[in-house]
């Protein structure tokens, strides 16, 4: 986990076969991932050399680490976690598994803050954060990050589709964490939008159980992932440039 010079953040970028840089298509194709060989019906990116790599393929290693990182932390912040482990290699500058990382450090954090554990959440929240494609945010309009707030507070109240006030809430959450997204502005930004999520699956939480949790939690961060990041936001409040 000591990974935190910006050199180490060079493997995280565009293409994970050959680096170039990943495009975006508005429309719907077939790939074939170039590692496991599964064709991928209505995929909608690939590298400017035409190398597709599935979400399993590129979010694996990731979801391990981010399920054992949270599974083994004491700490109460989820920002502190997630800044941990998005210094890890595993964790690609942008990619599906940021969807996992957002429920999976606010379910540890709070866990951790309350006094107690339960592993089979953290395990849960990474089960459904990874049902969340990449490219979510552009394409559906739902960030998976934001998204990941509401699977949080899902899984911490017990919500299914015919309990009336968890489905609420966690639905409520979701809106909180995708508008200030939305407002945060900018081009997709997978860092930007996972400490965003994070700080408003803080304070809904906290206002939602009347705890001093978010008061307790230091939200600055400055980010040094601008030198990577190609659509970079320099009016970001976590900018560091």
Same mark, same amino acid.
């Given at each position: 986990?000591?990974?935190?010079?910006?050199?180490?953040?060079?493997?995280?970028?565009?293409? +994970?076969?050959?680096?170039?840089?990943?495009?975006?298509?508005?429309?719907?194709?077939?790939f074939k991932c170039y590692y496991c #060989?599964?064709?991928?019906?209505?995929?909608?990116?690939?590298?400017?050399?035409?190398?597709?790599?599935?979400?399993?393929?590129?979010?694996?290693?990731? +979801?391990?680490?981010?399920?054992?990182?949270?599974?083994?932390?004491?700490? #109460?912040?989820?920002?502190?976690?997630?800044?941990?482990?998005?210094?890890?290699?595993?964790?690609?500058?942008?990619?599906?598994?940021?969807?996992?990382?957002?429920? %999976?450090?606010?379910?540890? %954090?709070?866990?951790?803050?309350?006094?107690?554990?339960?592993?089979?959440?953290?395990?849960?929240?990474?089960?459904?954060?990874?049902?969340?494609?990449?490219?979510?945010? #552009? +394409?559906?309009?739902?960030?998976?990050?934001?998204?990941?707030?509401?699977?949080?507070?899902?899984?911490?109240?017990?919500?299914?589709?015919?309990?009336?006030?968890?489905?609420?809430?966690?639905?409520? %959450?979701?809106?909180?964490?995708?508008?200030?997204?939305?407002?945060?502005?900018?081009?997709?930004?997978?860092?930007?939008?996972?400490?965003?999520?994070?700080?408003?699956?803080?304070?809904?939480?906290?206002?939602?159980?009347?705890?001093?949790?978010?008061?307790?939690?230091?939200?600055?961060?400055?980010?040094?992932?601008?030198?990577?990041?190609?659509?970079?936001?320099?009016?970001?409040?976590?900018?560091?440039?």
């Amino acid at each position: 986990m000591n990974v935190s010079s910006k050199e180490n953040l060079s493997n995280k970028v565009d293409c +994970l076969v050959c680096g170039s840089e990943i495009r975006y298509l508005n429309y719907s194709t077939d790939f074939k991932c170039y590692y496991c #060989g599964l064709e991928e019906k209505e995929a909608h990116f690939c590298c400017m050399e035409g190398h597709y790599v599935c979400d399993t393929c590129h979010t694996n290693d990731a +979801l391990k680490l981010i399920e054992s990182v949270s599974v083994a932390t004491d700490s #109460g912040s989820p920002f502190l976690i997630a800044e941990r482990l998005m210094k890890h290699p595993s964790v690609h500058m942008h990619g599906p598994e940021h969807h996992a990382l957002v429920p %999976a450090v606010l379910v540890a %954090a709070y866990q951790n803050y309350m006094g107690y554990e339960n592993e089979s959440t953290i395990s849960e929240a990474i089960k459904r954060g990874k049902k969340i494609p990449g490219g979510y945010c #552009g +394409l559906y309009g739902a960030c998976g990050g934001g998204i990941g707030v509401g699977i949080a507070v899902s899984i911490l109240l017990d919500a299914t589709p015919l309990t009336p006030q968890p489905r609420s809430h966690a639905n409520w %959450a979701t809106s909180c964490a995708l508008s200030s997204i939305a407002d945060a502005g900018g081009a997709r930004c997978c860092k930007k939008s996972v400490r965003v999520a994070l700080k408003e699956g803080v304070i809904y939480l906290s206002n939602l159980f009347g705890l001093s949790w978010g008061d307790e939690i230091d939200f600055s961060v400055k980010c040094n992932y601008g030198t990577y990041n190609r659509e970079c936001d320099k009016n970001c409040e976590y900018n560091d440039n």
